[in-house]
């Protein structure tokens, strides 16, 4: 079984104290604070994550996980967006995403688990405390930004539902909801809704996986993907998929919505490489956002978008040609 009770590179419950109320007052404070303070709060005051409609997150910051390259500003981050249930424009999901309703909202987890169930976002949410981690994100189009998300790890969340042994595979699905998603409905949409993802079942209880809430200390505005994604960092973006509504243990490879529309284009595993380009553009490089005209900041694309210590040995003897 891939589940441990207590994988060594979870938080320390000391890590999440009441500092994090205050924390999360604390744009301004770039530096860590954990430490020799934070240590010594007891475990008792670990906070359970409470998710409001809209407003600020409590949460302490994953420095450890956390990249300290420059963020892409709020504004670049919340308004050049891919979400094509509100339309594929980089500006439609900002324009059309606000009126999606994100409460009640709740989440099935099925399929090869010993308990399955119907949550609602609150109670689903409710046991684990949330943490920043900045993450570079980068887009199978070559682009990328970097993001300071709230979240927690996936692994936390999906140990809860205790899969078995036939568990091979995490399937996700997005919100189906065409009278608020406009995409949904259009004639000239391509895509088999809903929105699909999936992992293999080490990829999703690795400690990056992250199931995310929030952005810049605040609520997941909806245009990324409120109330609640997953962000994958060292895939291509569209395995972060937004706006969840299921979750299936399975023990066979998910469909996925890109993988289905272009094969040859969208693989399953679509693990960012350099060294594999996509048939109609190269990989070797990005355009890190803000990007204009005149300075388009291109940069080298990593090698599992630089996190491959944490990654690659998940990896070991595959060919990431033939599974790309
Ligand atoms: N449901 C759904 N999830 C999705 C998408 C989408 O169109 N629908 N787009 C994906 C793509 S291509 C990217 S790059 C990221 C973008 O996330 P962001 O807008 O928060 O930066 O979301 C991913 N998740
Ligand atoms: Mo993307």
Sequence with gaps: MLIKKNPAWQLPESAVTPEAVFL????????TIAGAATLAMPISFAKAAELPPAG????????????DEKETPFEDVTSYNNFYEFGTDKTDPAKYAGSLP?????????????????????????????????????????????????????????????????????AFETLYDPKHM??????????????????????AMNQLTLVTVGLYGKVLPNQ???????????????????????????????????????PNEYGFYSNVNPHVDHPRWSQKRERRLPSGLFSPHWIPTRMFNGYG????????????????
């Design 56 to 67: 600020d997150l409590v949460f302490s910051k994953n420095t450890r996980l956390s990249t």
């Design 182 to 203: 406009p995409g949904q409905s259009s004639l000239f949409s391509q895509i088999p809704w809903p929105y699909r993802e999936g992992l293999r079942m080490d990829e």
């Design 224 to 262: 990324n993907g409120a109330p609640l994604r997953l962000v994958v960092p060292w895939k291509y973006g569209f395995k972060s998929i937004k706006s969840i509504v299921k979750i299936r243990f399975q023990e066979k490879q998910p469909e996925t919505t890109w993988n289905t529309i272009a």
């Design 309 to 324: 210590e944490y990654v690659a040995g998940m990896y070991k003897g595959m060919d990431l040609r033939k599974y790309f």
């Design 102 to 170: 994100t409460r009640p909202w709740s989440i099935a987890v099925e399929g090869e688990c010993d308990k399955p169930g119907t949550l609602g976002l609150e109670d689903l949410v409710k046991p684990y405390a949330l943490e920043e981690r900045i993450y570079r994100h980068r887009c199978v189009e070559a682009w990328s930004m970097v993001i300071p998300w709230v979240g927690f790890p996936l692994s936390d969340l999906l140990k809860r539902f205790e899969p078995n042994s036939r568990a091979k595979y995490v």
């Design 24 to 31: 999360n007052r604390r744009r301004f404070m770039q530096g």
